[in-house]
């Protein structure tokens, strides 16, 4: 915390008591000297109010004289009299830190008043406090806590920025609104106000400035510059307008970067800012500005105000960090913000050093560059960043001269000379500009500008720019012709023509130009109408009139008059003067008088003329006829009648001048129909030669007559349409636009008819262009959003939000994201905010209970819900699934408990598991089981089932069903000794029982047989077993459903079936127990005791069948097997065919019920005679139910021979048998298929058995490694069809394969016969190929040819003793673990080209091993290949110049004409090769007679020559391979071409006697129209045109050609006639009255305005003086302007006289002043004797011929100027090395300046190491 200086801690008043100083407290008085301490005196500084207070200095003694105010200033002021002694010292400053004040004082020697004041301030601790410190005006208003005020304490707050007194103490009680001023002067160094550097002094404020002296006015800028000039920050303005949604709630309004000063936003509308925020040191923190206060968020203040509909967010600043405002969606309507900020410029230029010297020695230059520097990294970085803001300006390179010292004599010089005199320092040159781009309204011109040096010799060549850099560049583009391009000017309109009724009004438009003179050069198109229709409310009196009033014909009278009376209007008019006198006294003559265009100007009532063409309608006649009366003094003669004649009866007349027809004028159109019309002269009749038409009568002018022309429709020609939009505003964009070609049938009836393009012969304009080929601003570019980071709870997903530049060449550029001005958007935003389902969280296990033994583990569980917002909330379990028991509390097992004396064992847990299968065949009431089995039961048996256990405490057990926690019920008693009852079995009792003691789990699977013998399914979900009874009794059937098994061994299902997994695994014995209970696999009298048993049940009171009791007597009441004997039965009816898998499986059933029976009995017999080890044969009295197993092997042939005909047809089946080899003695062997047998050396005999089944019945035979066996005699086929094989050897070794087979199949099994148990390979030596098989399956041996996507088996069947086992390899490698191997077969799935290789099978044991070989090769089917560019190319050099198809699975066609070649491709594809074989019209090729042919490129081409009209058709090529065949067609078309007449034309008139209509003819090509250059060299038919529309045309306007102009410029005016016209069906033009044509057609304009251009011609001022540039000897150019203007005078732009020829401006002239010439001196001594830097000059000037005194050089500039430097003594120095000469080597090395020469040489050391 800031201290107070000790010198301030009490309220002080001081006076002056001559030179002591007097201390006044509130209590008392203390007087002393000056050294017992000091104070501050009140003295005028400078005050920041205006006024003065009054008692200023109302507290010094009258020794101190007051200061005028004007004199009162903070400045040092100098003795003014020497009466003051020196300064004191400075006081000790009166805070330590955040600004103070120390004051030094002297006193005044004299008696009398002193001028001057004997203190002055000056301000110390200048430094900032830290943050703990607290505001220097709080501790001095804490400092009253202590005191009571009015009896009481307070705790008193600062009361700050007081606009009345703010240096006074005014402290607020804190919680109340009591203000009180506790001391009249806060203590020096306090803050004025809390926003300035103004601080309190002896009660006053006084002026500090931002350098912290007093007294000065320096301020800081708006970047926080203390006097800057604000060129280090930027003015940042801009308004957002929220575009939030429901689905995006945030958005950035704006990014303010760190340093930022003076922010301010406000926002309007419901919506809330917020605030993130990033620092320096990437530390991100967030405000969410929730209240109105004054908060400090990374040490940044931020003062916010909330109001209603508003919110206002300032920072003084600087920024301390990176801050993102942001805005949150709060309501319906949108918002805006406002906001404006300084944003720091932190990238600045900075001058670099200069760069090495271009010369070591003798004199060079050097330059300067700048680079871009961050200011907040402290690193330069890419110009582009300064380049960003405008405000930076990139200093000029500066140049230097340098390396001025002469070079050393080793290098030969003798002589320096300064650089500039001989090498003059490279200059921009520029050319001339061109011209401008626009005449007017600002273009732009341009001019190349280079940076060129001039060498030894004067030639002048182009540098690098950087060597001009020392100077500005010249600008190469300017603006030019800024001035304002002429517009109209449209006047006020005129009162109405007429007082009533329709009328019209006039206006004065005319074109002004930038000067506001009148003049030329407006767009006609764009000219304002200069009249319009009005209407006069007022009824007029008078038949109303169909034309506005300017339409009437006015008889020449009305004109006359109208002319007579024309006045000067605002209305541009012809207004022409009174005629001259006739030129002759008698007879007939001429009138002359001026017409003049003219205005009035309403707003100068004055008159103007304009140029002819701004005033419509026919100008007045300049000139007329007139009669000055007879000469010879006859009376003329008058006739009344005439007098309405054009000249009003001029007698004679028409004896002299008369009409006459004169041909015809042009036709009016050239196509499309025109008119022409006669053309009227009028003629002297006497001379015949051509009179002015006023001297004809008018009213006896012939009628027009007008005839049709040029009626052929018009060519046809392209019509354009316009261009559409841009489709982009920059980057580059397209506009399209509409083109077709058509052509005009009629103008009379505007028939347009479109045609095809290919019609137009002119080339089609483009249809698309480019258009806006200009770089686009810098914008933000996002890309797609990538995936929610939840599912739901509300997630996040994020973008890449890049700033990109659009170019003018359609690519994007990347740039920083401080190239895009506008916010960024959101580059991550909210999503899946969905609440997710309830679910539960489960706490870690507990510590078992106990410390060792079995103990318990528990948990807690809660029921969770993550919502929306991403919150996750507690909710009521009811809404979470069923949390199972065992899910919270778990058995556990720790080290058992030592007892004494014993030490603790380790071991875990154990469950005595008994894996049996238990099938009930008679009622019993219990029955007890262990764990670990399944059991087949009858309802209502009770159940005890048994879990033993070893080190377990079986207290702890505990049971599941269906991974439900079992609890004891009435129904299941749950024993505390590891025991679990279930009483009277009922259907819901059936599933998976499992007991758990700690770690350690085993299952007992329990199933119910229904009564007639099939499993009852499980029910899903009954309740109760009342339930299920009412289910049993209303449908029996439902209630005991036939249980299906799933895996597929016995099913005879669908393929889907067959392949489905198993239900669950306590189902994987079904289908063996469905087939034992169901398919008679039993011997008889377990079958009567089912039946009795059945019987018994449904009727207890019967009397029970005696058979069927003694069969009882031999049953089992429940039969047990092994597991693992079902599961070898599961498995080798696995691996049977699914064809036989049915009759195999009834066989196998058979065995197994044989075998449980024979064990029974076994077990039965042990019990009553344990001491007999053999059991006799088991003697089964007949039943007409027997079949057993060996009575179903036994009786076959028998069935077959005796009624085979009533047996169903079967396949073969070989019976294979699991029992092993029966070694009936030492020497002989009898064993079934499916076994080894292994021969020793005392094996006398083998006997190989095979017992097959099938109807017809099977034929037996018997194979030794694939190869038929030789019987002899030593190998004998026995009558049972077994093979025996006497006195074995070592070739008898192998597989030897039975084979059955009838009329239906065969069947085949292996039985191995091995040497001494060494392994043995079942192999193959044939060639397996497959195309279309799914999956194949070969033995290790054979090659196998396979197409891709197969699934293949590879059998290695082994054999040895001990079983030999087997390894795989590929291509010598062993097979990894991705391929399947099962049994010794290797499975290879979905094989593809990868998979291809040598596949080895390795068998091995303790007496060998034995290795086979398969080869596998992939086949590919022909096909097409993807990419067609080899046959391409293939059939392009083949034959370049002859047309070619490539063949396809769908055809191609190629049309052709005859005689010629053509080339056919066949592209195909395929593994090994395919062959390919060529066929036409489905023949072999080589078949066809007549056709000339080539083969090429193996197959793939054929070229067919010389093609006629047999050649053409269909031809194919067939490729095929072991894999497949592939058919691809083309067609050869022989094409002719003719004419074919086709429907008519459209008629080519419409009405009168032209039209006719031409039948159309069409080029054909086989029924297709083409192009008719094809039908050129046919002969065409004749074709006839007919009539058509021959009928009276409608009536319509006939206009004849524009006559000549009147004048040839300045404006003229041309007439033509119109007439209407009605053309006959003969072909007669007749006139008709115009109101005919008025009402089809408005009437065409008769007269219009011509050659309005101004007549112009060049003028030119007299020649100036002959003081040009001198371009020869006394010769000089000389001057003179040209320019254009009117007639009048008015001088006009060059342009406007372009078409006539301009004269000269300049001229050759004799002048004394050119006789000048170049002097030259003799050359000085060359500066080295060596090397290749020695030159030599001489003085070069231009002087004058005859005083021979030097002149400007420029005027000599005519010749070429001579060389004043040159190269000498440039021969090698001897004993020169390549050395660096300078210290700059290594810098000019990285800045690869070393192909310079002047570097080169310098640098011979270092360059030419480079």
Not at 870 to 879: D, E, K, M, P, Q
Not at 880 to 894: A, E, G, H
Not at 1463 to 1470: E, N, Y
Not at 1670 to 1680: D, F, T, W, Y
Request: charged share 20%; aromatic share 6%.
């Amino acid at each position: 915390m800031a201290r107070l200086a000790a010198p301030w801690r009490m309220r002080l008043l001081v006076r002056i008591f001559g030179g002591t100083w007097c201390l006044l407290y509130v209590a008392g008085q203390v007087c002393g000297d000056q050294s017992q301490g000091a104070v501050f005196l009140r003295e005028f500084t400078l005050i920041r109010r205006e006024s003065l207070h009054e008692d200023f200095l109302s507290d010094l003694l009258n020794s101190h004289k007051t200061e005028d105010p004007s004199s009162r200033t903070a400045r040092s002021e100098e003795d003014r009299d020497g009466l003051w002694d020196a300064w004191g010292p400075w006081s000790e400053c009166s805070r330590t830190c955040g600004g103070g004040a120390s004051y030094s004082l002297r006193r005044c020697l004299s008696n009398k008043s002193c001028e001057g004041r004997n203190i002055r301030y000056r301000t110390c601790s200048n430094v900032d406090c830290p943050p703990e410190a607290g505001d220097f005006r709080a501790q001095q208003c804490s400092a009253h806590n202590d005191v009571k005020h009015h009896g009481q304490f307070y705790e008193w707050l600062p009361v700050s920025n007081d606009p009345d007194n703010p240096c006074s103490l005014k402290c607020q009680a804190k919680g109340t609104t009591l203000v009180v001023e506790l001391a009249p002067k806060v203590l020096d160094g306090t803050r004025c106000y809390t926003e300035s550097l103004d601080m309190c002094i002896s009660g006053l404020c006084q002026i500090v400035g931002c350098d912290h002296q007093l007294g000065s006015t320096m301020k800081e800028d708006n970047c926080g510059v203390c006097n800057g000039d604000g060129s280090t920050c930027r003015l940042v303005r801009g308004q957002y307008k929220s575009q939030l949604s429901a689905t995006k709630l945030d958005d950035t309004v704006v990014a303010i970067p760190y340093g930022s000063r003076h922010i301010r936003l406000v926002l309007k509308g419901p919506d809330h800012l917020y605030l993130e925020t990033k620092t320096l040191q990437g530390a991100k923190g967030e405000s969410s500005l929730s209240s109105t206060g004054t908060f400090l968020v990374d040490n940044s203040s931020v003062d916010f105000q909330k109001f209603p509909d508003k919110e206002i967010l300032r920072m003084t600043g600087p920024l301390t960090a990176d801050f993102i405002v942001k805005i949150h969606n709060s309501g319906p309507a949108d918002s805006t913000v406002q906001f404006i900020f300084y944003q720091p410029i932190i990238h600045r230029w900075r001058e670099t050093d200069f760069f090495p010297c271009s010369a070591t020695c003798g004199g060079g230059y050097q330059l300067t560059s700048a680079e871009c520097y961050d200011l907040r990294s402290n690193r330069v970085v890419a110009d582009q960043y300064c380049h960003y803001y405008p405000e930076n300006i990139k200093p000029k390179p500066k140049l230097q001269e340098c390396n001025l010292d002469p070079c050393p004599a080793s290098d030969g010089y003798k002589q320096i000379m300064p650089y500039d005199l001989y090498h003059p320092l490279p200059r921009w040159e520029a050319t001339p500009w061109t011209a401008c781009s626009s005449s007017c309204g600002g273009g732009i011109q341009s001019r190349a500008v280079s940076c060129v040096e001039e060498d030894i010799q004067g030639h002048v060549t182009s540098v690098e720019e950087w060597k001009c850099m020392y100077t500005p560049k010249m600008p190469i583009v300017q603006p030019c012709n800024i001035f304002d391009c002429p517009k109209w000017l449209a006047q006020e309109w005129s009162p109405c023509t007429v007082t009533c009724g329709q009328g019209l009004r006039y206006r004065v438009v005319l074109c002004i130009d930038h000067r506001g003179m009148h003049t030329g050069g407006c767009s006609p198109k764009t000219k304002p109408h200069i009249k319009e229709e009005c209407i006069i409310p007022t009824p007029c009196y008078k038949p109303k009139e169909k034309l506005p009033v300017e339409a009437k014909l006015p008889w020449y009278k009305q004109a006359q008059e109208l002319e007579e009376g024309a006045a000067v209007s605002e209305e541009p008019s012809f207004i022409p003067e009174a005629w001259s006198a006739c030129t002759v006294t008698c007879g007939v003559g001429t009138q002359v008088r001026m017409v003049r265009c003219q205005v009035l100007l309403s707003f100068s009532q004055s008159v103007a003329d304009l140029p002819v063409d701004e005033c419509e309608g026919p100008k007045p006649a300049s000139q007329r006829a007139c009669y000055a009366g007879p000469c010879n003094g006859e009376a003329p003669e008058f006739n009344p009648e005439e007098t309405d004649g054009l000249f009003g009866g001029l007698q004679g007349f028409d004896e002299l001048y008369d009409w006459e027809y004169e041909g015809f004028t042009k036709c009016s159109e050239s196509c499309g129909g025109g008119v022409q019309e006669a053309v009227v002269s009028c003629l002297n009749k006497q001379t015949r030669e051509p009179a002015d038409e006023n001297l004809c009568v008018t009213s006896r002018r012939p009628p027009r007559l007008l005839k049709s022309c040029s009626l052929d429709p018009c060519p046809a020609r392209w019509e354009i349409g316009k261009w559409s939009p841009c489709s982009l505003t920059c980057g580059v964009g397209l506009q399209t636009r509409d083109v077709f070609c058509s052509h005009l049938l009629s103008r009379e009836m505007n028939e347009t008819v479109i045609l095809a393009d290919e019609l137009c012969r002119q080339p089609k304009p483009s249809t698309v262009q480019a258009c806006n080929r200009f770089n686009c601003p810098p914008a933000w570019d996002p890309e797609q959003w990538q995936p929610c980071s939840r599912t739901c709870g509300g997630g996040i997903q994020k973008r890449e939000v890049l700033c990109k530049q659009r170019m003018a060449d359609g690519s994007f550029l990347e740039l920083p994201e401080t190239f895009c001005s506008a916010s960024k958007p959101a580059s991550q935003q909210a999503c899946k905010k969905d609440d997710c389902p309830s679910e539960w969280l489960l706490s870690d296990w507990t510590e078992c209970s106990t410390s060792c033994g079995e103990g318990t583990q528990t948990r807690s569980a809660i029921c969770r819900k993550v919502l929306k917002t991403g919150v996750s909330a507690i909710v009521n379990s009811s809404l979470c699934p069923p949390l199972p028991f065992s899910s919270s509390i778990r058995p556990c097992m720790l080290a058992t408990c030592a007892r004494p004396g014993r030490p603790a064992t380790k071991h875990s847990p154990h469950i005595a598991a008994a894996r049996k299968v238990y099938i009930q065949t008679r009622r019993q009431r219990k029955l007890h089981f262990v764990v670990g089995g399944f059991a087949y039961l009858l309802p209502k048996t009770a159940v005890v089932l048994r879990c033993p256990t070893r080190r377990f405490r079986k207290p702890l057990i505990t049971w599941e069903k269906d991974g439900q926690h079992l609890i004891s019920s009435a129904h299941v008693t749950v024993a505390p000794f590891g025991y679990l009852k279930i009483h009277r079995l009922k259907p819901s009792d059936a599933g998976i029982y499992t007991c758990s003691a700690g770690p350690a789990r085993e299952q007992f699977v329990i199933k119910l047989i229904g009564g007639n013998r099939k499993l009852v399914a499980r029910p899903l979900s009954l309740r109760s077993e009342e339930e299920a009874l009412a289910v049993r009794k209303a449908s029996p059937k439902e209630a005991l459903q036939t249980h299906k098994h799933q895996n597929g061994i016995f099913s005879n299902g669908s393929k889907a079936e067959k392949r489905g997994p198993a239900a669950d695994p306590g189902s994987r014995y079904d289908d063996l127990v469905s087939r034992l209970l169901e398919q008679g696999g039993w011997p008889g009298e377990l079958l009567a005791s089912w039946e009795v048993q059945d019987s018994t049940e449904r009727n207890t009171s019967s009397e029970e069948d005696q058979n069927a009791e003694q069969a009882l007597w031999h049953l089992p009441f429940t039969m047990v097997t092994e597991q693992r004997r079902l599961d070898d039965i599961l498995r080798n009816l696995s691996q049977q065919p699914e064809e036989l898998r049915d009759v195999y499986g009834k066989h196998l059933v058979a065995q197994l019920a044989q075998e449980i029976f024979r064990t029974h009995l076994e077990h039965q017999d042990a019990l009553l005679k344990p001491s007999e080890r053999r059991l006799p044969p088991v003697a089964i009295p007949p039943h007409k139910h027997v079949s057993g197993f060996s009575s179903s092997l036994r009786t076959s042939s028998a069935g077959e021979a005796g009624g085979g005909s009533r047996r169903p047809h079967r396949k073969p089946t070989i019976l294979r048998k699991i029992s092993a080899a029966q070694q009936l003695s030492a020497s002989e062997v009898v064993t079934h298929l499916g076994q080894t047998v292994a021969l020793a050396s005392g094996t006398l005999s083998v006997l190989l058995h095979c017992e097959a089944v099938g109807n017809p019945r099977p034929t037996i035979s018997w194979a030794r490694n694939g190869e038929e066996v030789q019987f002899s005699d030593r190998i004998l086929l026995q009558p049972d069809d077994s093979l025996q094989i006497l006195a074995p050897v070592e070739a008898d070794v192998g597989f030897y394969t039975c084979n059955a087979t009838n009329a239906l199949g065969y069947d085949s099994v292996s039985i191995a016969v091995t040497l001494a148990g060494k392994p043995l390979v079942k192999t193959s030596r044939v060639t397996v190929i497959n195309t279309e098989e799914p999956a194949i399956t070969a033995d290790i041996g054979s090659t196998i040819k396979t197409v891709q996507g197969v699934n293949v088996t590879i059998n290695c069947q082994v054999a040895g003793v001990p079983e030999a086992e087997v390894t795989w390899f590929r291509n010598k490698s062993k097979v990894g673990s991705p391929h399947h191997l099962h049994e010794g077969s290797l499975l290879l799935t979905d094989v593809s080209s990868s998979d291809q290789g040598l596949y080895s099978c390795r068998a091995a044991n303790v007496h060998g091993e034995l290795t086979e070989n398969t080869q596998l090769l992939i086949l590919d089917p022909p096909r097409v290949p993807t990419q067609l560019e080899d046959i391409r190319a293939l059939l392009s050099a083949t034959g370049p110049n002859l047309p070619s198809v490539l063949t396809s699975p769908l055809g191609a066609q190629l049309v052709l004409d005859p005689g010629n070649s053509a080339l056919l491709g066949c592209p195909i594809k395929g593994h090994p090769t395919p062959n390919i074989t060529w066929f036409h019209g489905g023949q072999p090729i080589a078949t066809v007679p007549g056709l000339t042919y080539h083969i090429l490129a193996a197959g793939q081409i054929l070229q067919v020559a010389n093609l006629s009209g047999g050649s053409q058709g269909e031809f194919s090529c067939l490729a095929q391979n072991e894999a497949g065949m592939l058919v691809q067609k083309a067609s050869l078309v022989i094409q002719d071409y003719w004419w074919s007449v086709d429907r008519l034309a459209t008629c080519s008139a419409s009405c009168g006697n032209r039209g006719v209509q031409q039948p159309r003819l069409r080029c054909l090509l086989n029924s297709t129209e083409v192009n008719p250059t094809h039908c050129a060299g046919k002969v065409r038919p004749a074709v006839q045109p007919i009539a058509c529309n021959r009928r009276d045309c409608p009536s319509r306007w006939m206009v004849t050609s524009w006559s000549a102009c009147t004048r040839s410029c300045g404006g003229g005016v041309q007439t033509r006639r119109v007439t209407c016209q009605k053309l006959k069906a003969s072909g007669i033009s007749t006139p008709v009255s115009n109101d005919m044509c008025t009402q089809l057609a408005k009437r065409p304009v008769d007269t219009q305005a011509c050659n309005q251009q101004l007549c112009v011609e060049w003028a030119f001022s007299s020649w100036g003086q002959c003081n040009g540039p001198c371009i020869g000897p006394h010769l000089a150019v000389q001057h003179r302007q040209v320019f254009c203007q009117t007639r009048d005078g008015i001088t006009l732009p060059s342009e406007q006289c372009s078409a006539l020829p301009r004269p000269v401006s300049t001229q050759n002239c004799w002048s004394e002043a050119c006789s000048v010439h170049w002097r030259v001196s003799l050359w000085t001594l060359c500066t080295a004797t060596c090397g290749n830097y020695g030159f030599q000059s001489r003085r070069v000037e231009c002087v004058h011929a005859r005083t021979n005194k030097a002149v400007p050089e420029h005027l000599c500039s005519w010749g070429p100027r001579p060389a004043n430097w040159q190269r000498c003594n440039i021969t090698p120095c001897e004993n020169m090395e390549c050395r660096d000469t300078t210290r700059y080597c290594e810098k000019v090395k990285q800045l690869k300046l070393c192909q310079l020469s002047q570097f080169k040489s310098r640098c011979c050391g270092t360059c030419g190491k480079a």
